[in-house]
């Protein structure tokens, strides 16, 4: 269907799907889809039910075109991803019964577009993680209490955790313990990285890193997205090795030194979450480019699987418009966490909190802290 606009024509398609499993195929597939496509396809399961898509061929004009993925019906706030490129993106699991896809190009170039496979998910499955590029999967089973294991094929290293576990969070919900590892060349380090989270260690970590190293990590996120790095350990060679960290200006430099001083407070790291969503960390991104009315964007993390829920704005909220947006979207989905870590600002008063907090018997309130203070981040 073609629809006249002031900047052209543009092709509209998609619809409502039903059923137990299906696929997707963007229009013209795989011979192109059209300039100035704007679709969007509504999967909805029985309630209780989850969505999961698999991707089957992926190929879009990248930075130009875009599918862009929502956790529930195609309005911001229900916003998970946008996925460019031509790299088959990993397997997506729905939070609810209902998973949209909006698929929109440019009015120049376009690529041989994408096919999905779509399956119900019941309360009890985690549902197939993926295979990353040079791996091997072993198990076929992905319900609750399942466990399967990852390698490499020959001439490549496992990075990340070799066995995955499905188990259920607070919520209920039956979830991967740990992210997809990936699979990297022997003797070789670096790599381009995307989606919402990932590892990225040393070569040989834990054990110690090679001489003569020259290693480059390139991470690419989202037009008008920002990037965080945790770092959970960090050694080198005094004096004479580092870690460069560009894209903040100026460029960052990290290297391991011996204090002349004493510092200011007892470096103590935050502890290790063991189990999901129990530890969450709260950030804002301000001062973005309008988009459908929305300027801020929340990030949650679960810090134990490092999976991330973005929450949209019109512009910055009060602390108690903050406090509201985390209960509904957050606490009913995943639980009432133990604790939450987030940088000092005027959403997280702790006198507000210390209030909301209580009502909903969370007492564990200490941790709040500033960007100048990291060593309460660990």
């Given at each position: 269907m073609w629809a006249a606009t002031c900047q052209g024509f543009i092709y509209t398609c998609g619809g409502t799907l039903k059923g137990r499993n299906g696929t997707i195929e963007s229009p013209g597939f795989p011979y192109g889809y059209p300039n100035g496509a704007n679709c969007t396809w509504v999967i909805v399961a029985e309630e209780g039910n989850r969505i999961q898509i698999i991707f089957q061929s992926f190929a879009v004009e990248e930075e130009y075109d875009f599918l862009s993925l929502y956790d529930g019906h195609p309005?911001?706030?229900?916003?998970?991803?946008?996925?460019?490129?031509?790299?088959?993106?990993?397997?997506?699991?729905?939070?609810?019964s209902v998973f949209s896809l909006r698929l929109t190009s440019d009015f120049a170039v376009s690529?041989?577009?994408?096919?999905?496979?779509?399956?119900?998910?019941?309360?009890?499955?985690?549902?197939?993680?993926?295979?990353?590029?040079?791996?091997?999967?072993?198990?076929?089973?992905?319900?609750?209490?399942?466990?399967?294991?990852?390698?490499?094929?020959?001439?490549?290293?496992?990075?990340?955790?070799?066995?995955?576990?499905?188990?259920?969070?607070?919520?209920?919900?039956?979830?991967?313990?740990?992210?997809?590892p990936?699979?990297?060349?022997?003797?070789?380090?670096?790599?381009?990285?995307?989606?919402?989270?990932?590892?990225?260690?040393?070569?040989?970590?834990?054990?110690?890193?090679?001489?003569?190293?020259?290693?480059?990590?390139?991470?690419?996120?989202?037009?008008?997205?920002?990037?965080?790095?945790?770092?959970?350990?960090?050694?080198?060679?005094?004096?004479?090795?580092?870690?460069?960290?560009?894209?903040?200006?100026?460029?960052?430099?990290?290297?391991?030194?011996?204090?002349?001083?004493?510092?200011?407070?007892?470096l103590m790291p935050i502890p290790v979450p063991e189990r999901l969503w129990l530890h969450i960390a709260l950030d804002f991104v301000t001062d973005l480019p309008c988009s459908e009315g929305n300027t801020t964007i929340l990030t949650v993390v679960d810090r134990f699987s490092r999976a991330v829920r973005f929450i949209v704005f019109p512009s910055l909220p009060t602390a108690f418009q903050t406090a509201e947006t985390l209960f509904m979207q957050v606490f009913q989905i995943f639980g009432i966490p133990e604790d939450i870590l987030s940088n000092k600002g005027p959403q997280f008063m702790p006198r507000v909190w210390s209030a909301f907090l209580e009502r909903i018997g969370v007492t564990h309130i200490s941790r709040f802290t500033s960007g100048y203070h990291l060593q309460s981040n660990g």
């Amino acid at each position: 269907m073609w629809a006249a606009t002031c900047q052209g024509f543009i092709y509209t398609c998609g619809g409502t799907l039903k059923g137990r499993n299906g696929t997707i195929e963007s229009p013209g597939f795989p011979y192109g889809y059209p300039n100035g496509a704007n679709c969007t396809w509504v999967i909805v399961a029985e309630e209780g039910n989850r969505i999961q898509i698999i991707f089957q061929s992926f190929a879009v004009e990248e930075e130009y075109d875009f599918l862009s993925l929502y956790d529930g019906h195609p309005h911001p706030a229900n916003f998970r991803t946008r996925l460019t490129g031509f790299q088959i993106p990993a397997p997506v699991t729905s939070t609810g019964s209902v998973f949209s896809l909006r698929l929109t190009s440019d009015f120049a170039v376009s690529a041989h577009g994408f096919k999905i496979y779509y399956e119900e998910l019941q309360s009890s499955s985690c549902g197939n993680p993926g295979v990353p590029p040079k791996g091997i999967l072993y198990g076929t089973r992905f319900n609750i209490g399942d466990k399967i294991r990852y390698s490499c094929v020959t001439g490549y290293v496992l990075d990340g955790h070799p066995q995955l576990t499905c188990v259920t969070n607070t919520g209920n919900t039956a979830v991967w313990d740990f992210p997809v590892p990936i699979c990297r060349a022997e003797d070789t380090c670096g790599d381009t990285l995307r989606g919402s989270s990932g590892i990225i260690s040393s070569p040989n970590f834990p054990s110690e890193y090679y001489n003569s190293a020259d290693c480059t990590w390139t991470i690419l996120a989202d037009p008008g997205d920002t990037i965080s790095i945790i770092f959970t350990d960090f050694q080198t060679e005094e004096k004479y090795d580092y870690l460069e960290v560009e894209g903040s200006e100026p460029p960052t430099i990290c290297q391991s030194k011996t204090l002349k001083t004493l510092p200011a407070s007892k470096l103590m790291p935050i502890p290790v979450p063991e189990r999901l969503w129990l530890h969450i960390a709260l950030d804002f991104v301000t001062d973005l480019p309008c988009s459908e009315g929305n300027t801020t964007i929340l990030t949650v993390v679960d810090r134990f699987s490092r999976a991330v829920r973005f929450i949209v704005f019109p512009s910055l909220p009060t602390a108690f418009q903050t406090a509201e947006t985390l209960f509904m979207q957050v606490f009913q989905i995943f639980g009432i966490p133990e604790d939450i870590l987030s940088n000092k600002g005027p959403q997280f008063m702790p006198r507000v909190w210390s209030a909301f907090l209580e009502r909903i018997g969370v007492t564990h309130i200490s941790r709040f802290t500033s960007g100048y203070h990291l060593q309460s981040n660990g």
